[in-house]
């Protein structure tokens, strides 16, 4: 309760919560109780407003019109290409990649990089909690040109093995591609750490940003990381809109990934001269909107202060790991220390989709099954899991429903 209280004066939750109209949905008659963050989380009202607003008052093409509408447009989606560039801190607004999200930000990278610098017999090195995205465009390009992909594992807290991370550097090695943040166990990886070690060995890294991002403050300078990807929808954003960040000198290098309008100089059938950065990499009409619309929620976590919302949700962390480990029969999969609020589960031998099936018949919407990371679940040695997922507007009292909530499901089990 004390907890809470304090909480209170430092952080307006209720204030907050006001702020996302969907929170007041009864679920069966109960309260939400929204636990699925990790997946996408919710809107604040003013993201959903600056997508409306934008289409009423705004809407044109961008970068082509000489019109007022068409340059407003264009005004807005370049002014969120710099409000990115400030909210992660990069040197220049030309290292900011408009994408659909996370997996179209790796894809281009995996295109464009394997393209230009990589040949059979050359080597990426992945973790084993990686998110499927950053694993298949790696073995697409594994089947395309023969690169071979290595394996940082980790111990049974979650936590990654440094010192075998090392080991895995051989003069084939080319790139360093690693999660921030872990979407099943929250294990925060020591990136700045990995970034060191790669560029000693001369090698690039890609950090994939999609958990950490919504949670704490990322600063690609200080954590030094050659490319840096996240989505829209997990930072309270819209969906289909996204970011590949990359250091200058490296974009440059890198061929087009796609072709079409937006992306080009000049055309002729002879010869096309590409356009300088970041719009090399923009083929085609941009989710001009969904810019403005992410640009917003960037802004809306940032007035809130990214500090404060790690505070927020490094309670929550604590606090659930505290009242769920007390279940009878759980196992939690991440214990690592200063995890983001992520909890992972199972409980004796109940099944993670009876158990989620029955918690949403409580309100409560968690995720169940393999969190697409087939490879960790393997290492774990389990098919799924059960995983709540926290985000700023959830509360202690949430915690409370769910750890209840689970009790009631066990005992449905084992009466
Ligand atoms: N990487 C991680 C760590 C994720 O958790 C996710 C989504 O859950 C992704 C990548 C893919 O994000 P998106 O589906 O928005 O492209």
């Known amino acids: 309760m004390c907890h809470l209280q304090m909480n209170k004066m430092m952080y307006d939750i209720e204030q907050i919560r006001k702020d996302f109209p969907i929170l007041s949905r009864k679920i069966y008659g109960k309260p939400l109780i929204y636990l699925d963050n990790s997946a996408t989380t919710q809107k604040p009202k003013c993201v959903v407003d600056a ?244 640009a917003k929620a960037l802004d809306y976590v940032s007035a809130i202060g990214m500090e404060r919302i790690a505070a927020h949700e490094q309670m929550l962390a604590s606090y659930a790991m505290q009242e769920l480990g007390r279940i009878p029969g759980i196992r939690i999969f991440g214990e690592a220390e200063g995890k983001e609020a992520v909890v992972s589960f199972l409980v004796g031998n109940i099944h993670h989709l009876d158990m989620g099936t029955l918690l949403d018949r409580l309100g409560i919407a968690v995720r169940t099954g393999h969190h697409c990371a087939q490879p960790l679940m393997e290492r774990l040695g389990v098919e799924g899991t059960v995983r709540a997922s926290f985000a700023l507007y959830n509360t202690q009292e949430e915690v409370d429903a769910l750890a209840e909530g689970i009790r009631r499901v066990s005992k449905m089990f084992n009466p």
Do not use: C
């Open 51 to 294: 997508i409306a607003d934008e289409y009423y008052s705004v809407n044109a093409n961008v970068h082509r019109g000489v019109h007022f509408l068409s340059q407003q447009a264009t005004e807005l989606h370049e002014q969120s290409r710099e409000t990115v560039r400030r909210f992660i801190n990069a040197r220049s607004s030309n290292e900011i990649v408009f994408t659909r999200g996370t997996t179209e930000s790796i894809n281009l990278l995996a295109a464009t990089f394997g393209e230009a610098f990589m040949e059979a017999g050359d080597e990426v090195i992945l973790t084993v909690m990686e998110h499927h995205s950053n694993i298949v465009p790696w073995q697409l390009l594994a089947m395309r040109k023969g690169i071979i992909l290595r394996v940082i594992p980790m111990d049974d807290q979650g936590k990654l093995r440094l010192d075998e991370y090392g080991k895995l550097f051989s003069p084939r090695t080319k790139l360093v591609a690693a999660a921030h943040v872990s979407n099943v166990l929250g294990t925060v990886n020591p990136v700045r750490e990995m970034a060191a070690t790669a560029h000693a060995h001369g090698v690039p890294i890609l950090v994939d940003g999609a958990q950490s991002v919504p949670h704490r403050k990322v600063d690609v300078q200080e954590m030094d990381a050659d490319f840096f990807a996240f989505s829209g929808h997990k930072v309270y954003g819209p969906t289909g809109v996204g970011v590949l960040y990359g250091k200058e000198d490296w974009l440059d290098r890198l061929p087009p990934y796609q072709g079409g309008g937006e992306m080009i100089q000049s055309v002729s059938f002879g010869r096309t001269i590409f356009q300088e950065l970041p719009f090399k990499f923009e083929a085609g009409t941009p989710d001009y909107i969904g810019t403005t619309a992410l």
